[in-house]
C-alpha cells in the first residue's frame, strides 16, 4: 500500500485508506504527515528523558500544537508547507538534543534526512503499520489521536493568551509514551484515561479563553439568509481570526458571513456591535463545495474542515491561516504579535458579487453552560413536573456518508418531550427543523462549537448536584454522539474520565479500535454503536 490512515470516521472501507484518504489527501501528503508527527514525538522524547522544564519552551511549545493540529483531518493538504514544518521541527528537534545529555533516545529523536525524498522513504518505515502489536497500535493511535484534538483546543486558548505548563507537559509525556516498547496494555490503557483527564482540562481552559475575551454565550437568533453586499466567509473554529476580520472590514462596506463550526461565534456578546457580521451561510463542512460556488466572495479558512476545491474558480477564492493549507491557495501568516493582515481578501471581496441566497430564516442557540444555568429552575421544574422526560446529547461531528441520515431522523421520532443538547457541527442535521419547545425551553439546545462539547458536561454535572444524585448515569440524560475527527476524539476520551457510560457512537465505530480494545470499552464503558432509528429510541427511553 502507498499510504495508511485509519484516524477518521470516513476511512475507507471503516479499515484504512491505503491509496489515497477519503478527505482528498493525497499519498504524499499523508507520509509527510506521518512524519511530522514522528518527529514531534521525537521532540517529545528528548523532553521527558531529558526532564527539560517545559516553562522554558514557549516556541517549542506552540510549534508541537501547530504541527500536530496539521496533521488533523482535513486540515492542510499542502504538502510543501508540511515539508517546511518538518524541517522547522527537525532543527527544533537537534538544538533541544544538543541542550541537554540525554541517553537512550528513541530513533525519532535522532534520524536525519536531506531531501523530500528522503522524508518520504523515512516516513515509510515510521508510520501506523510500523507497531506490529494491533492492540499496542490501536491504544497508541487513540492516545495520538486524543493529543491531535488536545492540541488543537491548546492552540486556540494560546492565540486567546491562555496556556497550561500542565497540558504542554502531558502532551509531551503520551507522545513520548507511544514510542515505549515496554510499556503493556494496561499501562496504555492507563494513559488514555489520563488523556480524557486532560481533555477535560484543555476543553476548560478554551471555555475559560473565550468567554473571558468575548463574554458568556446568549441565546441569539442567527440570520441564514444574505444582503446584497460584497462579502467574505469565514469557516473553522478559530475566534481570533473573526475578531482580526471585523476589526478589518469595519466601515469597508463588506459584510463578514460564519460557515460551519464559525456559528457559534454569533453567540458571543463581544462579536455583536459589528454591524456588518450578518449571519452564517450554509451548513457543515461537507455542503462546502456546493455552497461556496454559490457564496461568490472569497473564504477564510481558519482551521480544519477543507474540501477540496472541484473548480479553479473557487480555490483562487480561498485563502488559509494558522494550522491550515491548501495547494495554491494563499496563506497568511501573523507577525510576531499575532497579527494577520487580511486586506488582500477584503479587496478581493469588494470586486466580487453578493452572496447568492439559499435559504432564509434564522436558527437559534447560545445555549452554553451559562446560560443553561441562568435557566436552572426552569429547566429543574420541567424534569420534576415531567414536562421534560430525557436530555439526549447529540453533539459531535458531521459528515458524507448516507448514514448520518439517520441522526436527522433520530431528532424528528424523538418523542416531544425530550430536548437534545448539541455542540459541533452535528447540530446541521436537525438544527433547522420545526420541533418546537417544551415550556419555553427550546428542544434543540445548542451550545456551541464540537470544544463547546465541555459545556453539556457542565451542565450534566451541575444538574447531577442539582437532583443530589451520586452519579452521572443516573440522570435523565442519553449520550448518541456521532464522530468525525481526532476533535471528536478527546471530547470522548473526556467523557469517559467524567465517568459517562454507556454512549452510543456512530455512524460508525472507529476504525483505529482493535477487536480486544473494543472489547475493553464495550466491558468497561458501555460503549456501543448505532442502530435503526426505531430500536435506538426504544433502548434510549426504556
Known amino acids: 500500500m502507498s499510504m495508511f490512515c485509519y484516524q477518521c470516521q470516513e476511512t475507507a472501507g471503516g479499515k484504512g485508506c491505503t491509496m489515497r484518504g477519503v478527505c482528498g489527501k493525497n499519498e504524499e501528503v499523508a507520509k509527510l504527515q506521518d512524519l511530522l508527527v514522528y518527529t514531534v514525538k521525537g521532540i517529545c522524547d528528548i523532553v521527558v528523558k531529558g526532564k527539560i522544564d517545559v516553562n522554558g519552551l514557549s516556541d517549542t511549545n506552540y510549534e508541537v500544537l501547530n504541527s500536530l493540529f496539521m496533521t488533523i483531518t482535513n486540515a492542510n493538504f499542502d504538502g510543501d508547507s508540511i515539508e ?78 491562555k496556556e497550561s505548563m500542565e497540558i504542554y507537559s502531558f502532551i509531551y509525556e503520551a507522545l513520548a509514551a507511544t514510542l515505549d516498547d515496554s510499556l503493556s496494555g494496561d499501562d496504555l490503557l492507563g494513559l488514555v484515561m489520563k488523556t480524557g483527564e486532560h481533555g477535560v482540562k484543555v476543553m476548560a481552559l478554551l471555555d475559560e479563553a473565550n468567554t473571558s475575551r468575548f463574554g458568556n454565550p446568549e441565546i441569539t437568533e442567527v440570520n441564514i439568509g444574505v444582503r446584497n453586499n460584497p462579502a467574505i466567509l469565514i469557516s473553522g473554529h478559530d475566534l481570533t481570526d473573526l475578531e482580526q476580520l471585523l476589526e478589518q472590514t469595519k466601515g469597508t462596506g463588506v459584510d463578514v458571513y460564519t460557515h460551519s463550526e464559525m456559528l457559534p461565534a454569533h453567540y458571543y456578546p463581544a462579536f455583536k456591535k459589528y454591524d456588518n457580521f450578518v449571519g452564517n451561510y450554509g451548513n457543515a463542512w461537507w455542503k462546502q ?8 466572495g472569497p473564504i477564510l479558512f481558519t482551521t480544519n474542515c477543507i474540501v477540496p476545491p472541484k473548480s479553479e474558480e473557487v480555490r483562487r477564492r480561498i485563502f488559509t491561516t494558522g494550522s491550515a493549507g491548501y495547494p495554491g491557495c ?151 454522539i456521532a464522530w468525525y475527527e481526532q476533535k471528536a476524539v478527546i471530547v470522548l476520551l473526556a467523557l469517559l474520565y467524567l465517568g459517562v457510560k454507556n454512549i452510543h457512537l456512530g455512524p460508525t465505530l472507529p476504525g483505529f479500535l482493535s477487536p480486544n480494545v473494543a472489547k475493553v470499552l464495550v466491558e468497561k464503558f458501555g460503549i456501543a454503536g448505532i442502530g435503526t432509528v426505531e430500536d435506538d429510541i426504544k433502548l434510549f427511553m426504556s
Open 84 to 161: 517546511k514544518q518538518i524541517q522547522k521541527m527537525l532543527s527544533v528537534r537537534d538544538n533541544l538534543r544538543k541542550s541537554v545529555a540525554v541517553d537512550g533516545l528513541h530513533d525519532a529523536a535522532t534520524f536525519t534526512v536531506d531531501s523530500r525524498e528522503d522524508m518520504l522513504q523515512k516516513a515509510g518505515s515510521v508510520g501506523i503499520l510500523s507497531t506490529q502489536n494491533e492492540d499496542v497500535r490501536s491504544l497508541r493511535e487513540i492516545i495520538t489521536y486524543g493529543v491531535k484534538g488536545m492540541a488543537a483546543y491548546a492552540e486556540h486558548a494560546r492565540n486567546i493568551g
Open 289 to 296: 463545495v456546493g455552497e461556496f460556488e454559490s457564496f461568490h
Open 330 to 480: 494563499k496563506h497568511i501568516e501573523a507577525d510576531e504579535n499575532g497579527k494577520k493582515d487580511f486586506s488582500e481578501i477584503i479587496e478581493l471581496a469588494k470586486t466580487l458579487p453578493a452572496p447568492e441566497e439559499i435559504e432564509t430564516g434564522s436558527i437559534v442557540g447560545g445555549f452554553a453552560h451559562n446560560q443553561v444555568m441562568a435557566l436552572a429552575d426552569k429547566v429543574v421544574e420541567a424534569v420534576k413536573s415531567g414536562a421534560i422526560k430525557k436530555f439526549f446529547v447529540m453533539a459531535g461531528c458531521d459528515g458524507r456518508m448516507k448514514s448520518r441520515e439517520y441522526y436527522t431522523e433520530f431528532a424528528q421520532n424523538l418523542p416531544e418531550d425530550t430536548v437534545i443538547l448539541t455542540a459541533g457541527c452535528a447540530k446541521y442535521r436537525y438544527n433547522k427543523l420545526k420541533l418546537g419547545d417544551i415550556g419555553g425551553i427550546p428542544r434543540v439546545l445548542d451550545a456551541g462549537q464540537c470544544n463547546d462539547s465541555y459545556s453539556l458536561a457542565v451542565i450534566a454535572l451541575k444538574l447531577k448536584e442539582v437532583f443530589g444524585l451520586d452519579d452521572i448515569n443516573k440522570l435523565p440524560i442519553a449520550f448518541n
